[in-house]
């Protein structure tokens, strides 16, 4: 099994920055795709990001320049800078991994296998 769990959510002024973190454990193999997504209320949950171990990285156009996602060289924590934040980028924001490559070069959430409970962003005006 796969466990993911994220931290590093909070409320911050629009303009600020947030670094976010999950942890992960288990099997290496079946998180070779990491990716952040987030979620409104109501909405469909978006992909925000993700990275191969290799290192290749995916980015959605509306984050693109502000945000970072990385990874510790084991593998074990991923991050999500996000700076210059905006009212829009408040979600909840998940982590998430899946068992092939390919994943991250896809877009589509039924490919991931593993997900975090979540950690909440909150951007004011």
């Known amino acids: 099994q796969v466990q993911l769990q994220e931290s590093g959510g909070g409320s911050v002024q629009s303009g600020g920055s947030l670094k976010l973190s999950c942890a992960a454990s288990?099997?290496?193999?079946?998180?070779?795709?990491m990716g952040w997504f987030r979620q409104t209320p109501g909405n469909e949950r978006e992909q925000v990001a993700t990275?191969?171990?290799?290192?290749?990285?995916t980015y959605a156009d509306s984050v693109k320049g502000r945000f970072t996602i990385s990874q510790d060289s084991a593998g074990n924590t991923l991050y999500l800078q996000m700076n210059s934040l905006k009212p829009e980028d408040t979600a909840m924001y998940y982590c998430?991994?899946?068992?092939?490559?390919?994943?991250?070069?896809?877009?589509?959430?039924?490919?991931?296998?593993?997900w975090g409970q979540g950690t909440q962003v909150t951007v004011s005006s």
């Open positions: 998430a991994a899946g068992n092939y490559i390919s994943t991250c070069g896809a877009r589509d959430i039924r490919d991931y296998n593993y």
């Open positions: 288990g099997d290496t193999y079946r998180r070779s795709c």
């Open positions: 990275i191969v171990r290799s290192g290749p990285t």
